[in-house]
């Protein structure tokens, strides 16, 4: 469990500073337990800051999980990353393992970036200005699987004439396992579903 610090006072000019410190202190919290156990003091107490000193940055927790989920897209995005002179196969297989992997190791950021506790259509109701932001929360990630399989239909090696579509469902597939398997941890989940997921979703051949 990780001690909440104390923190010394901005200097002017240093509220992106806090702003990202604030992020970090959810996504501490999210590493050690579930998102509906994050609010907004215990944010304010692992950052070393007092509530009201939030409010300027983030308006609400709603706003606080969106960029949560806003950077744990970016770090899903490059754990994503694969070497592009690889096989495309198995540069999509990677992929789609450095997906569950991530899910399996971040399960409570995986939750915040998917819309646990916080309701990206509320949130865009209040604060219209959040629309664009919403409108491409995880798109990045998304790009790489789609470019991905792309590629494996330019190799010959996926029958897929749609690869927006198919990757969508791709996607699908992964984010429905990954729920799966924290939801029956004691299902006898059989070894060779990933791929089977993959080839099928995939049109691999």
């Known amino acids: 469990m990780t001690t909440p610090r104390t923190r010394a006072r901005n200097k002017r000019g240093e509220g992106a500073q806090l702003r990202d410190e604030i992020v970090d202190a959810a996504m ?8 509906q156990a994050v609010t907004l003091r215990g944010i304010a107490r692992q950052a070393g800051v007092s509530a009201p000193s939030i409010y ?11 960029a949560v989920a806003q950077r744990a897209f970016g770090i899903l995005e490059k ?6 002179d690889a096989d495309p196969v198995e540069r999509l297989r990677a992929v789609c393992s450095a997906y569950l992997s991530f ?3 971040r399960p409570h950021q995986y939750r915040v970036m998917f819309g646990a506790v916080w309701d990206a259509e509320q949130a865009r109701e209040r604060a219209p200005a959040l629309a ?3 409108a491409v929360l995880g798109m990045g990630a998304f ?5 991905t399989l792309a590629d494996c239909v330019a190799a010959g090696r996926s029958t897929s004439t749609d690869p927006f579509g198919d990757a969508t469902a791709l996607w699908v597939g992964l984010h429905g ?9 004691l299902f006898p989940w ?5 791929d089977s997921i993959i080839n099928r979703l995939a049109l691999l051949r």
Request: charged share 30%; no cysteine.
């Open 143 to 147: 790009e790489v699987l789609r470019r």
């Open 103 to 105: 899910a399996e190791r």
């Open 190 to 194: 059989p070894p060779e579903l990933r």
């Open 79 to 84: 754990e994503l990353a694969a070497p592009e």
């Open 28 to 35: 501490t919290l999210l590493e050690n337990g579930p998102p």
């Open 56 to 66: 300027p940055h983030f308006p609400d927790l709603d706003s606080i999980l969106l």
């Open 177 to 185: 396992l990954a729920q799966l398997q924290v939801a029956a941890p």
């Open 132 to 134: 664009d932001e919403l």
